[in-house]
């Protein structure tokens, strides 16, 4: 199984390690995480990110807070608190409600071990999905590579790779998985404005020697309208029961022009984000992050530090939607760890998912 070269987020003792990703791919810092705060801060600030990997964090967070008081008061304060801090992605939300319905049936003395147990449960089983994950989306690029004499042409957005996960990751999974199986493929990263998480698929992807193109976001339309796709395949912060998938902004753009242009578009994600309680992408909760981020840039300037730059003069007005809904008519498939479906599809997948 695949192993990540720095885990994103581990056990130690009764705190946590996370890899900061905020200062990525300029600086590669880890970060001790002692109490309940300042986990929700590292998830709030996107020290830590990624749907699948928010979800373990958060359960760790959970763990954290009862170290010490374990009463049903604490525990309801600590779900509480986590569950503020970023709306989106589906798997927060998920992690906790299986960290309460593990731990308040148990006395208080028995919850901090249990809470322990639980969040490691959640990190071991996010790494399987993301294995699932893979396997299942390298058959889908096994076939549209037959017959081609150069490497097949992947186009993602944001970052869905192991830095987003607890495991190889979910967008990402496939290409390593035709990369650890010979698999001619080179990628195309867009670079995520305004956070530049494409920053970060390029820095994972180099890391591991796969090949990869980063563009500016605005070029996808033009590579796919020129033929230069095979596939698009991007990560998900929550899928609705109809298949309408809620994943960072400029997904949608992308899944529009695919579709003009007839290149499939495969959205990879876990049982985790799944979100059954939600009809349609309508009803998914969109997060704004805030003017700051437009209006700025992070990079390394000529001596080697990491600097925020004012793109913008500081009165401008601006908007942050951080995610976007792709509706499942323009999805081609789900890529789950059970298969891949139609977007519509998804409970034939999950017959036993109770929300
Ligand atoms: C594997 S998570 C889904 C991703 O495709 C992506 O949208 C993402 O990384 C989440 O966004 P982020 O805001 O960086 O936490």
Redesign the pocket.
């Known amino acids: 199984m695949f192993t990540q070269p720095i885990p994103t987020i581990r056990r130690d003792g009764d705190a946590v390690v996370i890899l900061d990703q905020a200062l990525l791919p300029h600086a590669c810092e880890l970060r001790r995480l002692t109490t309940l705060e300042e986990v929700a801060t590292a998830i709030h600030s ?1 020290q830590v ?6 979800g373990a964090t958060a359960a760790y967070g959970v763990a954290i807070a009862l170290a010490t008081d374990a009463s049903d008061a604490r525990l309801d304060h600590a779900l509480t608190t986590l569950a503020a801090t ?1 709306p989106t ?1 589906v798997n927060l939300h998920w992690a906790l409600g299986q960290m309460r319905e593990r731990l308040l049936p148990l006395a208080a003395t028995e919850r901090p071990a249990a809470a322990w147990r639980e969040a490691e449960a959640i990190h071991r089983d996010d790494a399987e999905m993301c294995a699932a994950i893979g396997r299942h989306g390298y058959a889908i690029l096994e076939r549209l590579a037959a017959g081609l004499d150069r490497p097949l042409r992947v186009m993602t ?4 790779g192991w830095l ?2 607890c495991g190889a ?3 990402l999974a496939p290409v390593y998985e035709a990369q650890a199986r010979g698999l001619a493929i080179e990628v195309w990263v867009s670079e995520t404005r305004p ?1 530049n ?1 494409g920053l970060l698929t390029a820095w994972e992807l180099r890391e591991a020697g796969v090949p990869l193109r980063l563009i500016a976001d605005n070029a996808a339309g033009i590579l796919l309208a020129r033929g230069e796709v095979d596939v698009v395949i ?4 929550r899928v609705a029961a109809n298949g309408d998938a809620a ?2 902004v400029g ?1 949608y753009l992308k899944a529009l022009a695919a579709r003009e242009h007839g290149v499939p578009f495969y959205i990879a ?1 876990p049982f985790s ?1 799944v979100d059954f309680g939600c009809a349609d992408g309508g009803a998914i909760p969109i ?1 704004d992050r805030g003017p700051a981020e437009v209006c700025t840039v992070l990079g390394l300037d000529s001596d080697g530090a990491v600097k925020s730059l004012r793109l913008a003069p500081e009165s401008t007005a601006a908007a942050n939607p ?2 976007d809904v792709t509706p499942a008519r323009c999805i081609t498939g789900i890529i789950t760890e059970r298969g891949v479906c139609a977007p519509g599809r998804l409970r034939d997948l999950y017959p036993d998912a109770a929300r």
């Open positions: 996107m990110r990624g749907a699948p990997l928010i970023r992605a957005h944001c970052n869905a987003a996960t990751g979910t967008a956070r998480q991007t990560g998900a912060d994943n960072k997904t994600a984000t997060e951080a995610f």
